[in-house]
T-cell receptor
Framework: QKEVEQNSGPLSVPEGAIASLNCTYS??????FFWYRQYSGKSPELIMF????GDKEDGRFTAQLNKASQYVSLLIRDSQPSDSATYLC??????????FGPGTRLSVLP | GAVVSQHPSWVICKSGTSVKIECRSL??????MFWYRQFPKQSLMLMAT?????????EQGVEKDKFLINHASLTLSTLTVTSAHPEDSSFYIC?????????????FGQGTRLTVV
């Protein structure tokens, strides 16, 4: 069974700090890794994807992938209150589908 | 990125009635769409995979006779919740995969908040 695990949080960080969100997965054959942000009552929206070991940066966001450790993380620099949301890690594809983690709630305190 | 439109965004219905939710891919063709359900403070739970022109594949524990899925075209999938009950109240989200670059991405509809009274 393919599993994706995340700390449910809430993770609280002060405004301007770095938020670090972590995700582990069970299937070594996984190829693609995605981070989605979901505001309360809204659908998930894609932030980033990564498929090679190492770091990938996009603005204030950095995704880090370590396939040997089966670990993917998302760093948010200069966190803002508007970053407060649930962050979902998704791994796949498996057939046509992805497996989503349970999500980590992030709270950025002003 | 690709756009997936879901309608309605919210609906209130009486117990025992049926509700249809539409999911459309607006600027790409989606041979496969996915239907998720999300209860408050919980993650997405895949209900079924909808394949154009064929029967949907349901996840274990999801009643196929209660949650009817039709994927009649490459841009439209519908989910009908039949004989809805209060425990069916949830946030229903559809998604479709599109390859906008090298990696396929999952794009989500806006979601439908269903309340059964």
């Amino acid at each position: 069974q393919k599993e994706v695990e995340q700390n449910s949080g809430p993770l609280s960080v002060p405004e301007g700090a770095i938020a670090s969100l972590n995700c582990t997965y069970s299937d070594r054959g996984s190829q693609s890794f995605f981070w989605y942000r979901q505001y309360s009552g809204k659908s998930p929206e894609l932030i980033m994807f990564i498929y090679s070991n190492g770091d990938k940066e996009d603005g204030r966001f950095t995704a880090q992938l370590n396939k040997a450790s089966q670990y993917v993380s998302l760093l948010i620099r200069d966190s803002q209150p508007s970053d407060s949301a649930t962050y979902l890690c998704a791994v796949g594809p498996y057939g046509q589908n992805f497996v989503f983690g349970p999500g980590t709630r992030l709270s950025v305190l002003p | 990125g690709a756009v997936v439109s879901q309608h309605p965004s919210w609906v209130i219905c009486k117990s025992g009635t049926s509700v249809k939710i539409e999911c459309r891919s607006l600027d790409f063709q989606a041979t496969t769409m996915f239907w998720y359900r999300q209860f408050p403070k919980q993650s997405l739970m895949l209900m079924a995979t909808s394949n154009e022109g064929s029967k949907a594949t349901y996840e274990q524990g999801v009643e196929k006779d209660k949650f009817l899925i039709n994927h009649a075209s490459l841009t439209l999938s519908t989910l009908t919740v039949t004989s809805a009950h209060p425990e069916d109240s949830s946030f229903y989200i559809c998604s479709a995969r599109a390859t906008t670059g090298v990696i396929p991405e999952a794009f989500f509809g806006q979601g439908t908040r269903l309340t059964v009274v």
